[in-house]
C-alpha cells in the first residue's frame, strides 16, 4: 500500500497527480495501493488513518510531515512499519534521517529525497552517499 500525505488539497504538482489518479480512475488507484491522507487535518486523525491502513509499504510526504509521524512512532502510538519513505519540498537534515532509521527498523530502502518540480517531477536523485544527481535525460 502507498500512501500519500498532502497539504494544500494536494495541488503540488506529484501530489496532484495522485490525488487525479484517485479521482478519476478509482479501480487504478486501488490496483495501485495509493491512498491519499490530508495533511491538514489533527495529527491523531492522521495517525489513526495510517495505522488503518494494512500494510503500509511506501509513504510520500513532506520531511516537516516526516519528523511528525518519527516523534508519533517514538512516542508508540503510530504502528505501521512501512519499507520506505518518499520526500520532497523542504531540506532534510542527517539528524532526522537519523532519527527516523531508529524509530522505523522497518525501512528497507530507507528515504528516498529527490528534487523535482511542476515541469519534472524527476529532476534529481540522491545516491547512497546523500548526494543528489540530476537526471540529464
Not at 48 to 62: E, G, K
Not at 76 to 105: H, M, N, Y
Not at 117 to 135: D, I, P, Q, V, W
Amino acid at each position: 500500500m502507498r500512501v500519500t500525505i498532502t497539504g494544500g488539497n494536494g495541488h503540488f504538482a506529484g501530489n496532484g497527480f495522485n490525488k487525479l489518479v484517485q479521482r478519476l480512475y478509482t479501480a487504478l488507484a486501488k490496483g495501485f495501493g495509493l491512498t491519499v491522507v490530508e495533511a491538514e487535518q489533527p495529527v491523531d486523525r492522521i495517525v489513526d488513518r495510517l495505522n488503518a491502513i494494512s500494510n503500509v509499504a511506501w509513504i510520500v510526504t513532506y520531511l516537516s510531515m516526516l519528523s511528525i509521524l518519527t516523534k508519533e512512532k517514538e512516542a508508540g502510538r503510530l504502528q505501521i512499519a512501512p519499507a520506505l519513505f518518499t520526500t520532497g519540498g523542504e531540506t532534510r537534515t542527517d539528524d532526522l534521517r537519523a532519527r527516523v532509521g531508529r524509530a522505523f527498523p522497518s525501512l528497507k530502502y530507507g528515504i528516498s529525497d529527490p528534487y523535482g518540480c511542476t515541469k519534472c517531477l524527476a529532476l534529481s536523485f540522491e545516491c547512497s552517499h546523500g548526494r543528489k544527481h540530476m537526471n540529464e535525460d
